[in-house]
């Protein structure tokens, strides 16, 4: 049934209101009210209507005037005289139970100054009688039109922090929500579900401190000369902030796929570009200058001006998108006064180049509530696995070491914090672990994470539904997450590899692993619960530990191809190692046909690949990355362990000459290499097995 408009009493509470606010106003001027007590005076007054009812239904409009000094964060309760509930409520959050009706403020809503009113509404249900309530409590305290000492402690106030660096400690650990509110085409068409409090709820559930929340803006933003961002994208937005500050989540807001889109255009379009920018976060300070502190800005994500642009000539024109932000800000009013505000370096890039123009930008601020932020997803070509670099090795750690050194001498040992924003493998979970082998990426994550801590940066891991299935709210891999989650406080140790291959029909014999100890203890090896015997099962002389023979024939079992079992190395803290005790053959490839693009029937007989290598007769290399003889994975070869494949993308098969054949030369980590001819002819393809 529709609501019907019924003609309702509008009760108030506290109707001396005008004499009390007013005899306050003297009081406070007059530095009474603060001599009575060291606790805030409070009082306050409250409408009540019912602007519609229908059988079992009604809406209800409430009115909250602040009659006590200003009030930063309410909670306003009442009990129900008939049984009556709240069904839903908006501009509030309904907390209450049972008879007990309990409102408590958003973010946006928090501040209510002397004098002042705020207002929610709500829709409820009733049987028999729908009686207004005849009191309320705001913070606590009766809604009676006097003004006192509060009698109970207020709650929601704000976390206040004293410099930036204080609040970007306090957001450790960090994760981002990608691939959604940053999704062109709206919230879900990356294919992921919509952001809810529950998803919220379970990141702070599992550690995580703070939020970053991608959002890109354009589609949702009108043309100029206003550049009106729509109301409804504005208040998701709003409603996703909302969220994260009710559940304790510090979050931080950029503008996003709006840096390539059209940010980009810069150089070449410098005052739409501009007034553009401007306009949006001018919109953007507006409407959440009174939040809470617990809300940071970023300036954009990876700046970036294109090819004529790079380096030193992105520089200026990323300084000048920051200082146009920082300046809106600041001048926006409320807390945006002194809000955290984040600033990135051209493409969030670690060199030293990139790291100095945005050091003395922030100087030349002389305001310690900005902090820096880059991204790090490893050294490129160990995070890509091209050019031979498919092990978390000597060159791959050094890259880290130095960008991580530069960065915090940069700035954290100057006192400005650094956000690293973005972390991760490149294409992790886009298609599978093995674009960089599984336990290399651990080591690499363990290493990032340990440095981070050394050098006081607040890391945010890339997650767009990668880790957290956002549809089951459960981790894709609860082991990853572990190794994850334990190293935002400790280290954990690992071994050289976290596989042994043993071939199928050779002769088993001793296999050694050198132990990374990371400064913690060896505890032993664990097959399940049973604890492997050091002497009998295995040997340990000084960091070089050895399986036996008999071990190893023992936990093949009947060496069926994969994995037969997984022995756990244990330390003194972290979490324990895995390494996987693996049966295999050679792979055998077979002929195969394709138009673009080719697809190898392979036997892989337990073994993955490590890396793919590929020449022209002459021994020139083949493929997109010409410089190298060894193709980047996923761009020039892509494993289908489970439906027994090798994909030879188009996107190889589009930089190989026509009618000149190809040697592909597949290197895998049981340590054989298996060859295979293709030819390109038009849009033929033609794979032969050698």
């Known amino acids: 049934m529709s609501p019907t ?3 309702r009493r509008r009760l108030r509470l506290g109707a001396i209101a005008t004499a009390a606010v007013a005899a306050l106003a003297a009081a406070l001027a007059a530095g009474l009210v603060g001599a009575v007590s060291a606790q805030a005076a409070q009082g306050c007054q409250v409408a009540y209507d019912v602007s519609s009812e229908w059988p079992g239904g009604f809406i209800a409009d409430v009115q909250v005037t602040n009659l006590g000094e200003p009030v930063d964060g309410w909670s306003l309760e009442w009990t129900w005289p008939d049984g009556q509930r709240v069904t839903s409520m908006w501009n509030a959050k309904h907390t209450g139970s049972g008879d007990t009706a309990k409102a408590e403020s958003l973010g946006y ?26 009191e309320f409590r705001l913070n606590g305290r009766l809604c009676d039109g006097t003004v006192g000492e509060p009698t109970e402690t207020p709650t929601g106030g704000p976390q206040e922090w004293d410099n930036a660096m204080d609040q970007v400690a306090d957001m450790e650990p960090s994760t981002n929500i990608g691939n959604t509110l940053d999704a062109l085409g709206g919230e879900t068409a990356w294919g992921n579900p919509m952001i809810t409090e529950e998803l919220l709820q379970t990141y702070k559930a599992e550690g995580y401190n703070s939020i970053r929340l991608p959002v890109t803006w354009d589609e949702f933003t009108g043309p100029g000369p206003d550049y009106t961002i729509a109301p409804e994208r504005m208040e998701r937005v709003a409603q996703v902030v909302d969220w994260a500050l009710e559940n304790d989540l510090q979050v931080m807001i950029n503008l996003h796929h709006d840096s390539w889109m059209w940010l980009d255009d810069l150089p070449t379009d410098h005052d739409n570009v501009l007034a553009k920018f401007e306009a949006m976060w001018t919109q953007i300070a507006e409407r959440f200058k009174d939040y809470p502190d617990g809300l940071s800005f970023e300036s954009n994500n990876e700046p970036q001006f294109g090819e004529d642009h790079k380096d030193e000539l992105g520089d200026p ?37 990139r790291l100095d123009p945005v050091k003395a930008m922030i100087d030349s601020l ?18 890509v696995n091209v050019a031979g670099f498919p092990t978390y090795e000597e060159q791959s750690q050094a890259d880290l070491a130095g960008a991580f050194q530069r960065t915090h001498d940069t700035f954290v040992a ?49 997650d767009a539904i990668q880790f957290l299935n956002r549809n089951t709210l459960e981790w894709h891999d609860q082991y990853l997450f572990d190794r994850i989650s334990s190293s935002w406080t400790t280290r954990s140790g690992a071994t050289s590899f976290d596989r042994i291959y043993l071939e199928k029909a050779g002769t088993i014999g001793d296999v050694s692993q050198t132990l990374d100890l990371n400064g913690l203890e060896f505890e032993g090896l664990w097959d399940g619960n049973t604890r492997l015997v050091e002497g009998t099962d295995y040997t340990l002389s000084g960091d070089t530990l050895t399986f036996k023979a008999a071990t190893l024939t023992r936990l093949a079992g009947d060496r069926a191809y994969g994995t037969n079992a997984t022995i756990e190395a244990r330390f003194s803290a972290g979490v324990p190692w895995r390494i996987n005790i693996i049966t295999f053959d050679q792979p055998v490839l077979s002929d195969a046909t394709g138009t673009n693009s080719l697809v190898i029937p392979t036997q892989f007989n337990g073994d993955r690949i490590e890396q793919m290598e590929a020449h022209y007769a002459d021994g020139s290399n083949a493929g997109p990355a ?23 993308p188009d996107k190889f098969v589009e930089k ?8 592909i030369t597949y ?13 390109k002819n038009g849009s033929t393809m033609t794979g032969t097995a050698s």
Do not use: C
């Open 317 to 353: 024109y990323n300084e000048e998108l920051n200082r146009a932000f920082y300046d809106i800000v600041r001048a926006s009013g409320g807390n945006n006064a002194d809000r955290l505000l984040v600033l990135p370096t051209l493409n969030t890039n670690a060199a030293q180049e």
């Open 656 to 663: 190989i000459r026509d009618n000149e054949p190809v040697t």
């Open 366 to 383: 002389n305001d310690d509530m900005v902090a820096a932020t880059i991204h790090y997803y490893g050294f490129w070509p160990f995070s």
């Open 626 to 648: 010409d410089w190298t003889a060894f193709q980047e994975s996923n761009v020039s070869w892509l494993p289908d362990y489970n439906g027994g494949s090798i994909l030879v």
């Open 667 to 679: 290197h895998f980590w049981g340590g054989e290499s298996v060859d295979y001819t293709v030819v």
């Open 414 to 462: 100057n006192g400005i914090p650094v956000i690293v924003g973005e972390w991760a493998i490149l294409n992790y979970g886009v298609t599978g672990p093995e674009v960089v082998e599984y336990g290399e990426m651990l080591k690499f994550f363990e290493d990032l994470q340990f440095q981070a801590r050394e050098y006081h940066f607040t890391t945010m891991i890339w």
């Open 109 to 134: 809503n928090k501040k209510i100054a002397t004098g002042a009113t705020t207002s929610f509404g709500f829709n409820g249900s009733w049987s028999g009688e729908n009686t207004d309530p005849t």
């Open 5 to 7: 408009t019924a003609p």
